[in-house]
């Protein structure tokens, strides 16, 4: 019997599924013509992570671009047109995917501004990609600092701050709250080390010392070795620089050797949604807080605080923020400058003051002229096991509330050296 | 059964439409929605999904650690920008010998071990260089990636020629490079070599007793292939002026895996279909839903199952034996 005879004698099992898994696939294809694209929207392309580690941070940005896109164009736009947001998923770690997919939002859809990534090195692939083809880019929450520093282009601008920043300003509340003492509990990676440096040198300065310290591999399930040792060089203050899983098994060993009892646990930056994720026990310590929701003194905030509430059912974070004033400040740029020009957009924003409904701080926050670098007010605080009774998301009692300009370092510090295009 | 010129007209046919299609990707690339990065990206997976199949497909032995040679491609044009001459020539030169002495070293290593045994280690040697890209801070620039580089304008002596700001000059580069590969590829396919490679393929100990030096056919089969794809590994990060080492990661290896059999890993162009496929399909569906890698993930399951031979495999079945009405 051939196959051909086969195939007749009736409508076999493998045909239906065949036949199912082909019009499956078909949903997917394309429609053959394209899409009118708007040709008289502004686009905003957002190419940040919606899947894997950072999915949870990429996901409250995009919730805080989204909302800052409906006021705009309830305000009637930019330059007088509708604004539009496109977004794809940069994945959490894959520098090819968040290239391919910036090229795709510069390439193919023309956007006029690239926003993202969480993940500091997409965040740098993407400015190589925005610089190359003259598109205004801005990076809501990439820290490393190489972006608004070293390899600082004319075109990239953050929100976020610099992890120097963020150590500049818990040191010094560090060192005059807890003593000089310090000692480091550090992950052995990339952003471990930075980070660790940066801590030392924000302390060396205010006469901080470093008693001792540790690299512990990534994925260490048990640091009773490294806590041990911390405890026998009898620092004053212990810095806990892990982060995911790490921050949850070393925070919660540190409570259960009791060390929190008798010496004082911080590090540097902390995220709500990091807090959130830890077991209630381990929400102990000193940090730095980029932006917090619950400011009863600061004009604006509770507004914003509601909005979000009632689009998430949650409080926004600091990531909700960084995504609003990303998008915002697309808009205030091209209002400044007339103009979607990139090189006219980038002038605007040197030395450019956000509005107070937009920077939603005590003392609001600039760029910084020839380094494109947001200078806000940053959160020293602690964490705290559980929130008020009816406010479960209060797992942060901010205690200073550090003015940027005082850790932002001078210009010749962060090394960026900025060249203009001709 | 249609009769054996039949089947070379019609391989002439698929050939040239290959080629056309390829050679014309920028022009249409935008009217289906695409964009030329996109085209650049298919060729340049597709290349180095056709090297891990020279070695898969042809002689019958599964790697799982191809994006070792991959990623020291990449950071070895990357670096050599970076650190010595700023020259995109140079810098390929570089990210080609690393690469192949690495498989050159390491194959003659490993060969001896077969089927998933070797799978596994050739995962642990490319885990290894992983580890040493993400830890070494000071030169890789560890998890952040190599950044401070781009692609240099290529000097011809006559005309200089930008690759960096204009795509469709940097994807003629990447065409260029692909079809001298793929021309070498089919050529040593065909010569004897090649035959032997099928042989082993097919039956090892039979191959053995015939007296053929199955343990250095192999060996060679496996530097070929990593040099190939070390040359994708270069094109790869040329084309992002970024490297990081996710490039070193096993995922890179198993997505390598997956396009050269949802493509079809008996059939020569089989990887290049397969590398379209996910590349397109990733990049169409994530824009859709958030959900795209379990698409991804049961359409291969799909294959698999139903195509065994991958998408091309399949084709070439229905073509061969058409079901009569």
């Excluded at chain 1, 959490?92 to 501004?113: C, M, P, Y």
């Excluded at chain 1, 911390?230 to 919660?252: H, M, R, W, Y």
């Excluded at chain 1, 209002?335 to 005590?362: H, I, T, Y």
């Amino acid at each position: 019997m051939t196959i051909a005879e086969l195939s007749r004698k009736k409508v076999s099992r493998r045909a239906v599924l065949k036949a199912a898994a082909t019009v499956g696939a078909l949903q997917l294809v394309p429609p053959f013509i394209i899409k009118a694209r708007g040709e008289g929207m502004v686009k905003i392309g957002l190419d940040n992570p919606l899947t894997g580690t950072y999915a949870a941070l990429g996901k409250n940005e995009l919730v805080g671009c989204r909302h800052a896109l409906a006021e705009i164009n309830a305000k009637g736009g930019i330059l007088g047109r509708k604004a539009e947001l496109r977004v794809e998923d940069s994945t959490s770690g894959d520098a090819g995917t968040a290239v391919q997919k910036a090229h795709k939002l510069i390439d193919r859809d023309r956007v006029n501004f690239l926003l993202g990534n969480v993940n500091s090195a997409l965040a740098q692939a993407m400015a190589q990609v925005a610089n190359e083809k003259n598109v205004l880019m801005i990076d809501p929450g990439g820290h490393t600092d190489p972006i608004t520093g070293t390899d600082c282009h004319w075109n990239v601008f953050r929100v976020c701050n610099t992890t120097q920043m963020e150590a500049n300003a818990v040191a010094g509340v560090l060192v005059k709250d807890y003593g000089k003492k310090w000692y480091y509990i550090t992950p052995d990676y990339a952003f471990g080390h930075t980070l660790q440096a940066g801590m030392e040198k924000a302390a060396a300065k205010l006469g901080g010392v470093k008693v001792g310290g540790d690299l512990t591999p990534l994925g260490t399930a048990d640091f009773s070795a490294f806590l041990i040792k911390a405890q026998a060089a009898n620092p004053d203050v212990i810095i806990f620089l892990t982060a995911g899983e790490d921050a949850v098994n070393s925070l919660k060993q540190a409570v259960q050797f009791g060390l929190n009892k008798k010496f004082h646990i911080a590090g540097a930056q902390q995220e709500l949604e990091v807090l959130e994720g830890l077991p209630p026990e381990a929400r102990i310590g000193t940090w730095v807080f980029e932006w917090y929701w619950k400011q009863p003194k600061v004009a604006h905030v509770a507004q914003f605080d509601a909005a979000i509430r009632k689009i998430t059912g949650k409080v926004p974070t600091a990531r909700t923020w960084f995504g609003y004033a990303a998008t915002w400040t697309c808009a205030l740029a091209a209002e400044r400058a007339k103009s979607l020009d990139a090189v006219k957009l980038a002038k605007a924003l040197q030395g450019f003051k956000l509005p107070p409904a937009v920077s939603l701080m005590p003392d609001g926050a600039f760029y910084r002229a020839s380094q494109n670098q947001l200078i806000p007010d940053l959160y020293v605080g602690n964490a705290r096991e559980k929130g008020e009774p009816g406010e479960p998301e209060d797992l942060f009692e901010v205690t200073r509330v550090v003015k940027g300009p005082d850790v932002a370092g001078t210009l010749e510090d962060t090394g960026c050296k900025m060249t203009w295009p001709a | 059964m249609p009769s054996l010129s039949a089947i070379k007209v019609g391989r002439r046919i698929a050939n040239a439409a290959v080629w056309l299609a390829l050679a014309t990707m920028p022009y249409w690339m935008k009217a289906v929605g695409g964009y030329t990065e996109l085209g650049t990206e298919v060729v340049v997976l597709g290349l180095t999904a056709m090297a891990l199949n020279f070695l898969l497909g042809f002689t019958g032995v599964l790697s799982f650690g191809h994006a070792a040679y991959f990623g020291l491609g990449a950071y070895g044009v990357g670096m050599t920008i970076r650190y010595l001459v700023p020259s995109t020539p140079l810098g390929i030169l570089v990210g080609v010998a690393v690469g192949t002495t690495a498989t050159a070293v390491i194959g003659a290593l490993i060969i001896r071990l077969r089927g998933v045994y070797f799978a596994m280690v050739t995962i642990a040697f490319a885990q290894v260089f992983y580890f040493v890209a993400f830890r070494w801070n000071s030169v890789t620039g560890g998890d952040d990636g190599l950044i401070g580089w781009a692609r240099q304008p290529l000097d011809l002596g006559f005309a200089q020629v930008d690759i960096l700001h204009d795509g469709r000059a940097f994807y003629y580069l990447v065409l260029l490079l692909f079809a001298v590969s793929a021309g070498l590829m089919a050529l040593l396919l065909r010569s004897p070599f090649g035959g032997t490679l099928l042989a082993i393929r097919e039956n090892e100990r039979r191959a053995r007793f015939l007296g053929i030096p199955v343990e250095f056919h192999m060996w060679l089969s496996f530097v070929i292939s990593g040099l190939f794809a070390s040359l994708g590994g270069t094109l790869y990060a040329l084309l992002n002026n970024f490297v990081d080492p996710h490039v070193l990661h096993w995922n890179m290896s198993g997505n390598l895996v997956i396009m050269a059999v949802l493509g079809g890993m008996r059939s020569f162009w089989g990887p290049l279909i397969g590398a379209a496929i996910f590349v397109v399909l990733q990049d169409y569906v994530s824009s859709l839903t958030e959900n795209w890698m379990s698409f991804l993930g049961l359409f291969f399951v799909l294959v698999v199952l139903f195509f065994p031979r991958g998408v091309l495999g399949a084709a070439r079945g229905v073509a061969r034996f058409p079901a009569k009405s």
